[in-house]
Every structure is written in C-alpha cells, then in structure tokens.
C-alpha cells in the first residue's frame, strides 16, 4: 500500500468519528431553532422562541445561576488549595511526597456518585450532630465541586511549574527577596498561563458536573446539569436544546480562551 | 538531585542561593496542607464513613441501626438481579471502551503524523468540546437523535427503511457511552503518539515493514503505556455513567451507579446503597489493577 493511500485512510476514518463525535453537538443547536410544537423531524419552520420559553422557565433561570456561583466558588477554592499545593509538590522534595501528589489527584479517580454519595452521608451526618443544614445548602455544594475543580487545577498549575526553569526564582531569591516576594513577583507572572487554564477549565468541569451534585442539590438549590436531567426524565423538546446550545456556546468560548493561554490537552 | 550542587558562589555577601531538592519541610508542608486537609475531610473522611456505614443493618421506618455485620454485601452477591446489574455495567463498559479504543487510535494518529499544525490544534479542540459538553447535554442531543421520532428515524425514513427502535435499549446507551468517551481516548492516545519518534517508524518502513507491521511491532508496544491509561479512564468513567443509563436506557435498563442513587438518595437505604458503591469500587479497581499487571507483564516481553 503506498503512503498516500494510508493517508487518506486515516484521514477518511477520523473524518467518520469526528462526525460522530460531533453530530450531537450539531444536532442539539440545529433543534433549539424548530418551531415543531412537539419534537420533530424535519423541522416545520425555525423560531428563537425556546431561548426565551428557557429563560422563563424557573429551574433553569435558577439552576443556571446556581451553576455560575458554584463554579465560580470551585475555582477560588481550587486555585488557593490548588497553587500552592502544586508548588510545594514541584519546588521541594519531602516525604511521602508521591502519596500527597496521589491522595490530591484522587478526587478524579473516586468515581463521582461514590464520592458524592459518601459527601451526601456526611453532611447529614453532620446536620445532626451540629443541628444546622449542609446538605442542599450552597455550602456543601462549594465543598463538593471545588473537589471536583482541584486535581484538575493541580495537573495544570504542576504542568506549567515543570515548565518553568527554578533558576528564576534562585535569581530572585538570591538578590534578596523573600519567599512570599519571588512568588509573586516572579513565579506567578511566569506560570500566570497555567494558572488562567487550571481557573477556566476548573469553571468548566464544575458546570459540567452531574454525578457529584445529584445528591447534594436540595428544593430551590439545582444546579443547570440536575434541572437538565430532571426535565429530560418527563419531557424531550426545543427546550433542552436551547439551554444546551447556550450551554455549548458559553464552553466553547471559555474552551477557545483557555487554549490560548496552555494547550488544554496536557490537563488529561 | 539535580541543581543541588550549585555553581561556586562568588565571595560576596549576597545569601547562597538555596540548595533546590534538599529536605525542606516546612515550607512544602506549609504549601500542601490546607490542599491535603480538604481532600481529607471532603473525599477520604466521608468515604470511611459510608464504609462503615456499609456494615450498618437496615431496618425499614428506623432507617439505619449500627451493627458490625456483612448483611448488605451478602444481599449483594446472593441476589441475582444485583448480580445481573454487575454483570450488565461491566459488558456494557468493556464494550463501549472498545469501541472507542478501535475508533480512537487512528483519530490520534491522524492527529500526530498527518495533520498540520493548524489542523491539528483545531481538530483537538474540536475533540475536547464535545469532552466539556457535559454529560447532561450530550444525552440530550443522543435522545433528539435516537428517539422514535428522532433524527435517524427521519433519515432512514426518507431512504424508505421503516424506523427502529433504538432509545431504551442497550444498543442506545452503548452508543451514548461511546460518544462520552471516545474524546477522552483521543486526548490520550494523541499524547503518547506524540512521543514517539516518527523516525522509527520510517526505519521500519525503509527496513521493509508494511504499515500494519509497523504499527503491530513498533508503534504499539510504546504506545502501550498509554494505551493503557486511556482504556482505564474509559473503562473507569463508563463503569460510573449516570445519564446515560438512566436517559436513554430508560427504566428497566439498571446499571450500578444510577442503582448506588437509587439506593441512598430515594430508597434510603444507606447500608445497601453503601455496600453498593464499595463494590463498585472494588470491583473497577480489581479489574483495572489486573488489567495493569497483565499489560505490564506483555510490555516487558515485548521490550527484551
């Protein structure tokens, strides 16, 4: 088989997949603008209307604004625990050094309905002992989900500290700044790309998440990905795939952000 | 350690730079603490304690009475629907990982040895946003594609082929699954391809090695390593699926994460619902250790 046939065998194949990998995206924004009263093929004409009937419709109004806090909250959360975490596991040797690093990464391998089932239990665990109410709470939630944003935060702050050659900071250092000063005044502005991803995708994997908030959610406290699922149980319409598009696009612009400032696929 | 041995330092006044690598604690401990408490308390603590939970007895109307026994893992492996919902979450994981190993590898290598540049930095976003799509929404998508009157119902229907029934069905949720993780598989299989040096590949070529060859005897056994990680995660991620299931499985289709909600969170039955999850654990790190072992055994053949 000569070179140029293998090519275009890889390149025919991928073309195959990633139209796979895509059309649900495609799918769901092409949906959101049917103007089908009851979901449909083909489309009966296009309308803006479920964008408008998504916003009026409380759950997803509120869950979309529960999303933006609890994310928001999980990136503080993750970049104060996160940064210096991954400074302290970079810049120095100390023991048990590879059992922090594995026990700070873990919360991406506990899979996400046992650990936020066990979250669940001792929160309620909890309310009764100190007789106050966690779970359901946007406390718990922030707990939950900047344990979600951590490891993340971690691998990417790590990455971009690999990167960056300590020399910088024995300069600074041996002009005379402290500790506190060489971070902030060297190392943060080097590794400043690293840590602009690790927020982005730490606000990213938080909106996104679904397993772990399912038990923590109470009455008036849904996150957008749990109001999703829970109409989705009774209901398939425009609806969904207006919250969804929206859902796509705000991703995609934070996705398209972050990629200019580290090559996102080294997070994995 | 490297960098610990410093150049001489010129005899000045300025402090000596500080030996990197040298046992620093407490600067490092200071760092990593609070990082360390937090997951302890959030991730480790809770865990214990459902662990314990999981030895509790059940009692219905008292919800929870504390006891030391196995009960609520015994209930597990003697009843054979739980048996089945095991059995059904592993075929079902192993199957979608596959599938998307098979898919994914030539995307990755696609993306390593043929694309350019641009294309390439394109093409992988592409790749990561359906991954951050979320899992809520890409079902979504899955159930206004796959429904009875869904998209490829419409399409079959104009070529004049009468509509299938896809949704409830394993088939559904397989292919739901696959679109799940496929990105993840070619996130990783890209990274390791992209260590491996092209060069050996056209050294096996110019020694006369067709383009399977190659990849059987070459590309494959480095990239194994990889491979690996991406079919663990795979295999991990789909093991623990909750929308998918539920969405387009529908009701009677059961596997065990939506089982381990359905237990806790409506059934209130903690014990069980405990146990549940610790087997679930258990079992996916049985079956990824193993897997482990077994490649690593192979690697080691293959690199002698």
Known sequence: MGLVSINRIYAAISAVVMAFVLLPLVAVVWVSFFSNRILSFPATGYTFDWYVRAWAQDSFRNGFITSVETALVAVVISLVLGVPASLALVRYR????????????????????????ALFMAFIELEII???????????????HGL????????LVTAALVGMSPSYEEAAQSLGAGRITTFFRVTLPIIKPGIVAAALFSFVISFIDLEKSIFLVGPGRTTL?????????????????????????IIGVLLVASDRYAKLSRAF | MTGSSSPPSPALTLPAPRARGGWR?????????????????????????MFRYSLNRF??????????????????????????????TVWVSALSTLLCLVAGFPVAYFLVRQASPVWKGRLLLLVILPLLMG?????AA?????????????????????????????????????????????????????????????????????HLTTLWRVVLPLALPGILAGTLLCFILSMNAYAPPVLIGGPSFHMMAPTVYQQVAKAMNWPFGAALAFVLMAVTLVLTTSANILVQRRYRRWSE
């Not at chain 1, 109001?227 to 795939?241: I, K, M, Q």
């Not at chain 2, 899992?135 to 079902?139: I, K, M």
């Open chain 1, 94 to 117: 100390f023991p048990g050094r590879d059992a922090i690093q594995t026990l700070l990464l873990s919360p991406m391998v506990v899979p996400g309905i046992v650990g936020g089932a």
């Open chain 1, 130 to 144: 100190l007789d106050m109410d966690i779970s359901g709470s946007l406390p718990g939630l922030f707990i939950a």
């Open chain 1, 148 to 155: 979600i944003a951590l490891p993340w935060t971690i691998r």
């Open chain 1, 225 to 249: 990905q749990i109001a999703l699922v829970s109409y989705l149980e009774w209901n398939l319409d425009s609806t969904v795939a207006a919250v969804a598009t929206v859902q796509i696009l």
């Open chain 2, 25 to 49: 604690l407490p600067p490092a401990f200071g760092l990593a603490t609070p990082a360390t408490l937090f997951v302890l308390i959030a991730l480790i603590g809770p865990l214990l304690l």
């Open chain 2, 59 to 88: 009692v219905p109307g008292q919800m929870m009475v504390e006891a030391l026994t196995l009960a609520n893992y015994a209930k597990f492996f003697g009843d054979s629907f739980y048996q089945e919902v095991l059995g059904t």
């Open chain 2, 135 to 139: 899992n809520a929404v890409r079902t």
């Open chain 2, 142 to 210: 899955w159930m206004v594609i796959l429904g009875d009157k869904g998209l490829f119902n419409a399409v079959i229907g104009v070529i004049g082929i009468s509509p299938v029934k896809l949704m409830y069905t394993p088939t559904a949720v397989v292919i739901g699954l696959v679109s799940v993780l496929l990105p993840f598989m070619i996130v990783t299989l890209q990274s390791v391809l992209e260590g491996i040096d092209a060069n050996l590949e056209s050294a096996a070529a110019s020694l006369g090695a067709g």
